[in-house]
């Protein structure tokens, strides 16, 4: 293991290593196919970096240079979307979000039918938890694909809407469905009707 200095990204942070330490993390596993450097980690984005603190664990380090002052809003959404969307969240701090390491893969262009439908459903779930993700338009990187399910990932640009649209992203951009996103946004049809569309 590494001590979480390293993990501190793109510069050095005492207030964030202070934070990391107080809340039980000193150390972390070098792990992942992104590379930092010295260290590898499973992700890096705009405000963190993903490490993995234990076989099952995951921790969340906001980016020193990060757009986002704190990572407690988007811990927040991930907690109310719930295990059966996303990751589940064990704790979480200005600068640390703690959540369970899903060894997925990410979403291809191509997938088979049953991840699709899979994924559909958890949009709608999300949907009906009135949370717009933001990044369904490009779901590469924000869905993981396990044996069993999808996970929906990264809610640091997601937000609390009356009228979420997750579905149509996905129907318009991914699906390359804008006809199938317009009727459902319009009420006209629904998601167990698009399954029938595309897929029988």
Same mark, same amino acid.
């Given at each position: 293991?590494?001590? !979480? =200095?390293?993990f501190?990204? @793109?510069?050095f942070s =005492?207030?964030?290593?202070k934070?990391? !330490?107080?809340?039980?993390?000193? *150390?972390a596993?070098? /792990?992942?196919p992104?590379?930092l450097?010295k260290?590898?980690?499973?992700?890096?984005g705009?405000?963190?970096?993903?490490v993995?603190?234990d %076989?099952?664990?995951?921790?969340?380090? =906001?980016r020193?240079d990060s @757009?986002?002052?704190?990572?407690?809003?988007?811990?927040?959404?991930q907690?109310?979307a719930?295990?059966?969307i996303? @990751? %589940?969240v064990y704790? /979480?701090g #200005?600068? /640390?979000?703690?959540?369970?390491?899903?060894?997925g893969?990410?979403?291809m262009? *191509?997938?088979d039918k049953?991840?699709?439908? +899979?994924?559909?459903? #958890?949009? &709608?779930m999300?949907?009906d938890?009135?949370?717009?993700h &933001?990044?369904l338009? =490009?779901?590469? %990187?924000n869905?993981?694909?396990t044996e069993n399910r999808?996970?929906?990932? +990264?809610y640091?640009?997601?937000s !609390?809407?009356?009228k @979420?649209?997750?579905i149509?992203?996905?129907?318009?951009n991914?699906?390359n469905?804008p006809d199938l996103?317009?009727k459902?946004?319009?009420?006209?049809i629904s !998601? %167990?009707?698009?399954?029938e569309?595309l897929f029988?």
């Amino acid at each position: 293991m590494v001590e !979480i =200095r390293n993990f501190i990204y @793109p510069y050095f942070s =005492r207030e964030i290593e202070k934070e990391l !330490i107080e809340a039980g993390f000193e *150390y972390a596993y070098s /792990f992942g196919p992104k590379n930092l450097g010295k260290v590898n980690v499973i992700g890096k984005g705009k405000t963190g970096i993903v490490v993995l603190v234990d %076989k099952d664990k995951v921790l969340k380090i =906001r980016r020193v240079d990060s @757009p986002k002052e704190s990572l407690e809003l988007e811990a927040k959404i991930q907690i109310k979307a719930g295990e059966e969307i996303a @990751p %589940k969240v064990y704790s /979480f701090g #200005r600068n /640390f979000i703690l959540m369970e390491y899903i060894n997925g893969r990410n979403l291809m262009k *191509y997938e088979d039918k049953s991840v699709l439908i +899979d994924l559909l459903y #958890r949009a &709608k779930m999300l949907e009906d938890k009135l949370i717009e993700h &933001k990044e369904l338009t =490009r779901p590469w %990187k924000n869905v993981l694909v396990t044996e069993n399910r999808t996970y929906i990932i +990264d809610y640091d640009s997601a937000s !609390i809407k009356e009228k @979420p649209r997750n579905i149509s992203k996905l129907l318009s951009n991914y699906l390359n469905r804008p006809d199938l996103a317009l009727k459902y946004v319009r009420g006209e049809i629904s !998601i %167990k009707e698009i399954i029938e569309e595309l897929f029988y």
